[in-house]
């Protein structure tokens, strides 16, 4: 529908594009489908936004959106520092961006069981014209006073909104559900980026008894200390927890010299062409620790950014 209204309002006069046709139409188009709110806010919004473009300027992110982004995070840890950056940029593609410097302010509110900041004290932001890129990054603090359990949430609601050369509004909610308890993870990604990271984080406090030895059943737990006294024929029988990561190599591939691939558990390959490649691998972490795994992506122009506007990861992530 909304090519065609685009195929109307781009025709030329004069050689310059008709904005009183689109300012006319967007009254007209609001009147037709007043008795619906909310879908004349959105036609109110998309009309915006092309008109917007129609002047060469963008203003995006990764994880805001001018008509509110919704962005469920499930299996957060709940304990510790929680960080999410946003990644704005002011291109449409690589042939399309702005040609002037936009500058952008910041708000944020969260749930009252947490604390947000931005890093650096940013409440403002500029995207170089030269570059097209910038970022900020939110952090979410859970008060050492407060336990979050499985099922308990907090939430957070990000604005950024350009202030020169125009005015656009982009908003984000989040919403952080612990999931399995002690346990997150995250995907550090961009356009442009021959790679991504991801990152586990384990706030788990204990091990867990995988092969039987002495007189420690599997599934036992035990604290740190005891774990760190066992010699390291033992160590091996045991660990926090284990992760899985499933992923399709047709897109993202394993850097194998990684540590969590050579020190892997086990993995699984799928065959393209004549080759195989590797499409799962578990891997045990450390209690207290984080681990990052790298893959080279086979277009640099996605990002895989998590979490994100879709709530879909590129990469399947299971515990145990």
Known sequence: MFKRIKNCLVIRKDGVWNYKRII?????????????????????????????????????????????ANIEMTNWSGVGNYEITFNM????????????????????????????????????????????????????????????????????????????????????SFKLVVGYYGLSYEISDKVGSPYLEAKVTNTLDYYVVREAFSNYKVNTHIDIPTYLGLDDLDKKKCSSAIITFDFNPDYIILDMTDEAYLSGISSSTKRI???????????????????????????TKLNYTYPNIDNNSIIKVSYS
């Open 24 to 68: 006319i139409f967007s009254i007209v188009l609001l009147i037709v489908i007043g008795s619906s709110a909310s879908y004349a806010k959105y036609a109110y919004l998309d009309i915006k936004n092309y008109y917007l473009e129609m002047k060469g300027f963008y203003f995006n992110c990764d994880k805001l959106s001018n008509k509110g």
């Open 89 to 172: 940029d002011s291109l449409s593609n690589r042939n399309l961006k702005n040609s002037d410097d936009v500058y952008y302010d910041i708000s944020y509110e969260c749930s009252s069981n947490v604390v947000c900041s931005i890093k650096d004290n940013k409440t403002s932001g500029m995207i170089p014209h030269d570059s097209n890129q910038d970022s900020f990054t939110v952090v979410i603090t859970v008060p050492t006073s407060v336990t979050l359990h499985d099922k308990d949430s907090v939430t957070l609601k990000v604005v950024a909104t350009s202030t020169s050369p125009y005015r656009k509004k982009l908003v984000g």
């Open 273 to 299: 062409g004549n080759y195989d490649y590797i499409n799962s691998l578990s891997f045990s972490i450390d209690a207290l620790s984080s681990m990052q795994v790298k893959f080279y992506k086979k277009d």
